[in-house]
C-alpha cells in the first residue's frame, strides 16, 4: 500500500505563506487524483485542493487565489503552497490519494496562522 507523510507544517503570521509537501512511499504517476484536505478543531474534515495526473486542479472557495496545489510525479510528491493565510486556515492539513480497495492519507501537519 502506498504510504503518505506530510511535512511543511507550522507556525506563520497572517499574511505569511508556507509550503506543504506529501511524499508517497512509491510512484504517484500512476495515481490519477490526489487531493488536500483540512480539519479544524470542533469541524468536520474539508477538501482543500485536489489535482489530477493531467493537471487539472480544484479548489474550495475559500482558498482560491491563495492556495495552489501541484505535483512532482518524478519526486513523488505532492505540493500545497499556501499564500496570504488567514486565522481560519489553522487546522491539520491531511494529504490524500484514492487508491484500488482503499484510501490513503497521511498522518497529518499541523499550520497554525496565529500574530
Known amino acids: 500500500q502506498v504510504q503518505l507523510v506530510e511535512s511543511g507544517g507550522g507556525l506563520v503570521q497572517p499574511g505569511g505563506s508556507l509550503r506543504l509537501s506529501c511524499a508517497a512511499s512509491?510512484?504517484?504517476?500512476?495515481?490519477?487524483?490526489m487531493g488536500w484536505y483540512r480539519q479544524a478543531p470542533g469541524k468536520q474534515r474539508e477538501l482543500v485542493a485536489r489535482?489530477?495526473?493531467?493537471?487539472?486542479?480544484t479548489y474550495a472557495d475559500s482558498v482560491k487565489g491563495r492556495f495552489t496545489i501541484f505535483r512532482d510525479n518524478a519526486q513523488n510528491t505532492m505540493y500545497l503552497q499556501m499564500n496570504s493565510r488567514e486565522p481560519e486556515d489553522t487546522a491539520v492539513y491531511y494529504c490524500?490519494?484514492?487508491?484500488?480497495?482503499?484510501?490513503?492519507w497521511g498522518q497529518g501537519t499541523q499550520v497554525t496562522v496565529s500574530s
Open positions: 490524500h490519494a484514492p487508491r484500488p480497495g482503499y484510501d490513503a
Open positions: 489535482i489530477t495526473s493531467d493537471g487539472s486542479t
Open positions: 512509491g510512484s504517484i504517476r500512476s495515481i490519477y487524483a
